[in-house]
């Protein structure tokens, strides 16, 4: 089916190992963004791209890494995972910079031990 | 610098009550789109509606309606005659036309709804 979808969709980790959340979407959208969901904050960018090979940095950026060879994929890596990056992850595409709409995977739980 | 404030941290009503959840935005720039979305228990985020700066006409999509008001820079939600199915945490948004390469989405924390049967 078309849309967009993350995983793994659950993940545990012990400090300090790397992990990567993988985001794949069908729409061909040129678009797509990372963020971070915990209590109390909302929702905060973490990175974004505006297309294969561009990609910058949002409010959250540091201790991850992102890329973006293929338009579909925009895998988000966490170097060395540390307690504070216990989050759930989401991704989103959008079609259209300038306010275009933002269309969200399901999320990642992600527990950093 | 663009800000989304919902002063409303939970609200809970009892079905079928009428219930209005609050947004406010800072924004500097004269072109910028609000959203809401919803993220029921289960966990996903649902866009729920897209208003551009220019479009200050509300709207009503079956139970819900919006009210946009630049003068006092809010875009508020009503859920008539809400239901158990709409307890959900709702976020408002808000995006600047200003960035040149790609739409970040500002979000405000939210507002969690509890429907009560």
């Not at chain 1, 890596?77 to 269309?103: D, K, N």
């Not at chain 2, 700066?53 to 003068?71: H, V």
């Amino acid at each position: 089916d078309a849309g967009i979808t993350q995983s793994p969709r659950y993940k545990i980790t012990e400090t300090g190992r790397q992990v990567t959340l993988m985001c794949h979407q069908t729409w061909s959208h040129s678009y797509m963004f990372w963020y971070r969901q915990d209590l109390g904050h909302g929702l905060r960018l973490i990175y974004y791209s505006a297309a294969a090979d561009i990609t910058d940095k949002g409010e959250v950026s540091d201790g991850y890494v992102v890329s973006r060879s293929k338009t579909e994929n925009f895998p988000l890596t966490l170097e060395s995972a540390t307690r504070s990056q216990t989050s759930v992850y989401f991704c989103a595409s959008s079609e259209t910079s300038g306010g275009g709409t933002q269309y969200f995977g399901p999320g990642t739980r992600l527990l950093v031990l | 610098a663009q800000k989304v404030t919902q002063a409303q941290t939970e609200i809970s009503v009892v079905e079928k009550e009428d219930v209005t959840l609050d947004c406010v935005y800072e924004t500097r720039d004269t072109t910028y789109y609000l959203f809401w979305y919803k993220q029921p228990p289960s966990g996903e985020l649902v866009f729920l509606i897209r208003r551009n700066s220019f479009d200050e006409q509300n709207e009503i999509s079956g139970r819900y309606s919006w009210n946009f008001q630049k003068s006092t820079s809010s875009f508020n939600f009503t859920i008539t005659a809400s239901q158990v199915v709409d307890s959900a945490v709702y976020f408002c948004a808000l995006s600047e036309e200003g960035y040149s390469s790609a739409s970040k989405i500002i979000f405000g924390s939210g507002t969690r709804l509890s429907i009560r049967p």
